[in-house]
């Protein structure tokens, strides 16, 4: 699966619909660049909020529609009603610019569009491929084992074991090993009614010709092999898709001097930390979280996003002396080139929320990891982390700034860390292996690429 560019005489035309966050961003525009260089040409329709950036990706053309949405800062707890919204701002105007794309190609002999692709949070694009009678392909951005324990909770829910609001119970969910009822990526927030919704409508069964899958074989055949057995289309697993595709689609500016601060540690000591594009930490972890951190005498490099944490607190911090314990030993930034930094052999650690891509982006580097699950699918992650790659170790509780230390010695300094290390570098070279010729996942991407030229 190399980027290597095949020509073709006719280059059809893919237009992908990515949700507008980061951390579904990235795999569309990811997937766009592993299409483009098999031959088609990439349109991408993006609402004005958070709108890509097309200079990062001068090969595809990319199209604004308005999307009645205000610029905001739109925190873990608005998610769901969000996307709700979303969906149903953009139907009209995404319709109506497809329809245009249409006509235009068949006035001027345009390449013609193939399909569309859409994260399956962007559900509407089904209606609106089927109004402009083009075929489509659902992206789906998180893991095979989230998408079945979601399916868990609508039965689970129905048969009445589980309430809206989850469970705490360290039972194994039946038939979902390793996850424990308290793993379910169960939102508390809003009504259960809004969750279930949205569990409805990124898994309705609708007319879209196939699912592609940012995960691999390597990872999670068992489950894959489960879905395909329930799914009445054809699932692509071609991930994890950032190896293949190495451009950046930061919608924040990367603070390249972080890397210049790695060149100066080290092989395998510094501890990197960032919580995504999302998460937040509260004012009462964050105290915990930067003493565990300075403490542990470990380097580390944490990335503190604007809005992840509390401004007072975090001045707070400063004038307890904070800055100074740390010293040279610690590097600050506000958003980090994340997968240059996990593939610098100074890095020896993740400390990370197991965000989907973030999780892929550690394993593919042979990076172990400190979990810190937040909301949602990262509890699902963190536990095949921790369980069953046996990469990471799980931070349960609240973090404390002692349990934090001593996860940071567990996983840097201790016989356990070396061991997780060896373990991540080995499904590493499995994940470099399957992306090459031969691999499952190239076979896929190659399987997916006759199915589109086949539309
Ligand atoms: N990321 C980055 N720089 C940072 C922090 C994160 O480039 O300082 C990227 C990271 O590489 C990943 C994405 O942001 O691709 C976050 O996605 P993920 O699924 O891990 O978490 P989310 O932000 O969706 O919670």
Redesign the pocket.
Known sequence: MEMEKEHRSSHPRLVLVALP????I?PMLQLGSILHSKGFSITVLHTAFNSPIPSNYPEFGFVSIPDNLSEQLISADDLLPFISLLNLNCGVPFQECLAKMVQKQEVENEPSIACIVYDECMYFCDAVAKYVKLPSIVLRTTSASTYLSRNAILQLKAEGVLTSQGSTSQDLVPGLHPLRFKDLPVSKIGTPEIFLQFITNIYKTRTSSAIIWNTNDVLEQPSLQEIQKQCQVGIFPVGPL?EVAPA?S?LIK?DNSCITWLEKQKQNTVLYV?L????SVDKKELGEMAWGLANSKQPFLW?I?PGSVDDQEWKKLSTEGFVEAVGENGCI?K?????EVLAHGAVGGFW??C?????L?SISKGVPMICKPCFGD?RVNARHVSQVWRIGIQLENMCERGEVERAIKRLMVDKEGKEMRQRAKNLKERIQLDIREGGSSYNYLNKLIELIMSF
Not at 276 to 279: I, L, M
């Open positions: 966050f980061q951390g579904h990235n950032h950046s930061s990367e960032s995504g594009s999302v998460a990335v996003r930034v958003w980090a080139p994340q997968k990370t929320h965000g989907w891509n973030s999780t982006e990262q």
